[in-house]
């Protein structure tokens, strides 16, 4: 039997089929390619271009494969862009889901474990962050991923469907071959745009903000290794394979680092002196995301390999260097 990744040409999604076929899996890859790359599907994996918000084309693949588990990273994912075009998110992460569940309600596939986040929690009270926290987002793609982890609590109830939603905090880094990374258009993530000034596409990296109630006043962030994300998944489908119950977990690394740190820990791995400027505070960003993820590692086992910022950054660094223009030209 088969696990069907959803947009496994994505970043986080790519890495999660890389470890999935390392660790002998069948893997069956739904992505439109609207943001992911075919470069970036492992070629082991059977591909379908197709759109999760495509009825006809989802039952095709059901009907066509034979699938245990899906793991469904198909939505859109930049809190800006989610601010200024809220409809989008609602069709492509609300909707799309819809289909999605709508498909797979009707060929008996049971088991999900889907991508949500950090947005979830929106600014919070306390760090780290638990589970069991308030979650009242700031931004709309927060919104539209915890109106997916309700939309999948009640379809359980209707039809018996069992779901992880698993809660990503800042996610980096590139997969250890250095064959697949982090490629976005427009890159608004923190690591890359500091990789682009070493690698002589930016001359400085803008701070957003040195005014935080934070210990150099720049915003902390918990950083995980999309490796160790990906590990993630794989142990969430085997624990609702086993019969695991509905459950929501966070992932991070449990550590803070200032945007500061992050800058000079890239600066002694690259050893380039990546000029930072501060600039204005970017509209919606909480002072502090940490995570507890001791949930994840008591329930599912989880153990994040990559728990040092320097090394993560290292992977992120490889991939760069050698992919300059992503899965483009040159
Ligand atoms: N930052 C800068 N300069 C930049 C880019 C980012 O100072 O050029 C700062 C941001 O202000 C933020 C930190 O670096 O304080 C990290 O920013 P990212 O854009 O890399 O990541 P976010 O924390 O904003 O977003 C991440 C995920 C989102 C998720 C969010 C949860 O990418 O999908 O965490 O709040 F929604």
């Not at 993530?189 to 935080?212: K, M």
């Not at 977990?249 to 449990?254: A, H, I, Q, R, T």
């Not at 945007?259 to 960003?285: C, L, M, N, Q």
Request: hydrophobic fraction near 40%.
């Amino acid at each position: 039997m088969a696990i069907l990744v959803l947009g496994g040409a994505g970043y986080i999604g790519s890495h999660t089929v890389y470890e999935l076929i390392d660790a002998g899996r069948d893997v069956v890859v739904v992505d439109n390619l609207l943001t992911g790359f075919r470069q970036a599907v492992h070629p082991k994996a059977r591909f379908y271009q197709a759109d999760i918000r495509d009825r006809a084309a989802m039952d095709k693949v059901f009907e066509a494969e034979d699938i245990e588990g899906v793991v469904h990273f198909a939505a859109s994912s930049q809190v800006g862009e989610s601010m200024s075009d809220p409809l989008k998110y609602y069709d492509n992460n609300l909707y799309g889901t819809t289909v999605l569940l709508q498909s797979m309600v009707a060929h008996g596939v049971k088991k999900i474990v889907f991508s949500s986040t950090a947005a979830t929690y929106g600014e919070p009270e306390t760090v780290p962050i638990l589970e069991s926290d308030k979650t009242q987002p700031t931004n709309c793609y927060g919104e539209t991923k915890l109106a997916m982890e309700h939309m999948m609590s009640w379809v359980s109830k209707a039809h018996g469907l069992k779901y992880v939603a698993l809660r990503y905090f800042n996610a980096c880094g590139a997969h250890i071959s250095g064959a697949i990374g982090e490629a976005h258009d427009p890159e608004t993530h923190l690591v890359p745009i500091i990789l682009q000034v070493p690698n002589g596409q930016r001359d400085h990296v803008s701070i957003f903000g040195d005014d935080y109630p934070t210990k150099d006043g720049t915003c902390v962030r918990d950083y995980i290794h999309v490796s160790d994300l990906a590990q993630a998944h794989i142990l969430a489908l085997d624990y609702l394979l086993r019969g695991g119950d509905n459950n929501v977990f966070n992932l991070g690394n449990g550590v803070g680092f200032t945007v500061k740190e992050v800058i000079d820990t890239a600066r002694t791995v690259t050893g380039h002196p990546i000029p930072a400027e501060v600039s204005p505070r970017r509209a919606g960003d909480p002072a502090q995301l940490i995570a507890s993820s001791a949930k994840a590692v008591e329930v599912l086992g989880w153990k994040p390999k990559y728990n040092d910022l320097g090394t993560i950054i290292s992977t992120a660094w490889k991939w760069h260097q050698s992919h300059p223009n992503g899965y483009g030209e040159g």
